[in-house]
């Protein structure tokens, strides 16, 4: 059994309605990062010096030195450019990310923020990469952030973000059960739910292409009004699709040293302006988000439950009749390499028509021979399967006059003794006229062509069961 873990279907084509607190057409969530004096720096007792995000280009790590402009660079963000933004939001509902360490050293931006309302999520211990961490050590990090965060703010993180993760953060995060989200994914516009172990966990996830760190990469923003019109074209992007019935959240990223900067606070200023000419605009912290989401779309409420999870035997024991008589059909795409992206039925039908298409043409025959005729013997006699009987039912088929029936016969005798297995057909999509047209059609079809055409109503067959199926 193969079984890949990354989601790549989520919502889907129709996402869940937010419905956000008073039908509003946006959730705009602002994130200010505050990681000045958390950075990398010798005298923190790193091996290095920082070289991430700042106005350096190329930066490089001074193994075993302090790196004099970068530690100026970030000490802008604390000394200047934290009470800029400060100013500029502090009427505005704005999520925290809080590096630990940096916030011990920062007590009065930490009694301003508290004082605005805003809410200070983890940004973990340190503003360093986690990598190339074991899962103990980072574990511990995670334990002393939490503690560090609670003594130095007074209350415990609700929300985490480390940014610079491994692939163990969001598990080990997790595993500490006590956040109402976290936010290490950029993989949609809406909150969604993950589960590890036997723990439901809540992501909110975050963005990198509305965040001033593109100011801070060579491939980036070069002045502010990119910045400002990339937010405005996602904020009228969402808005538009809000107004269609399908809310979603804009996330904005900000970094104090970077948008704190003179040159590229009044394009933030202006989006704001923007943003704050729409009516039904909902400015709210993550946490807000987090808690209105649990509320309205609580872990596993209106779920599919997890089919690729279910072991061999009762994998196939749940499908193995969706191809007529045919268990093996299940048993082999049960030995796919599936993953979250099959737990739906469109995923599930996949599965089992490629195991269906690279079977040989014996074994499809075999599974063409499994279906009973249309109107036939078993179907009068009572001793067709329960969907079968439900198929044939909603044509109207368990019901036929004498002279119908004599028709169907003819037939079926007919079309069976020239391709040497019955007429096949989705019910489910045909009237009893329909099917009657289909089958006078198809009888002169060429046996190869018709033997496609056999196989690819046996596959529509399983997708219209699957449907019912993983509905109930």
Known sequence: MHRYPRNMTGYGETPPN???????????QIVLNY??????????????????????????????????????????????GFWRVHRMLKDLPVTVYGVATALARAPEQVRAMQAAGWEIASHGLKW???????????????????????EVTGAPPRGWYTGRCSMNTERLVTETGQFAYVADSYADDLPYWVRHADRDQL???YTMDCNDMRFAIQAGFTDGAQFEQMLKDAFDTLYAEGEAGAPKMLSIG????????????????RALDHMRRHAGVWFATRLEIAEHWAREHPSGAGGVSRPTSLSQAAFIDRFGGIFEHSPWVAERA???????????????HSALCRAFRSASHDERLGVLRAHPDLAGKLAAAKRLTADSTAEQASAGLDALTDAERATFTRLNETYTARFGFPFIIAVKDNTKATILDAFHRRIDNDPAAEFAEACRQVERIAELRLADQVAR
């Open 18 to 28: 937010a419905n956000w607190p008073g039908g509003a057409k946006i959730a705009v």
């Open 203 to 205: 992501v909110v996830p």
């Open 128 to 150: 360093i990469e986690h990598r190339d961490m074991s899962e103990d050590e980072e574990r511990a990090q995670i334990a002393e952030a939490i503690r560090l965060h609670t």
């Open 334 to 348: 049960w030995a796919l390499e599936l993953g979250p992206a099959h737990d739906s039925a469109a995923g599930l």
């Open 35 to 80: 990681e000045e004096g958390g950075e990398n720096c010798t005298l923190h007792g790193d091996a290095a010096s920082e070289a991430f995000l700042s106005e350096i280009t190329g930066a490089q790590p001074w193994p075993g030195q302090r790196h004099w402009n970068m530690e100026s660079l970030y000490e802008y963000g604390a000394r200047a």
């Open 254 to 269: 900000l970094h104090c040293r970077i948008i704190g900067r003179p040159s590229r606070a009044a394009a933030l200023q």
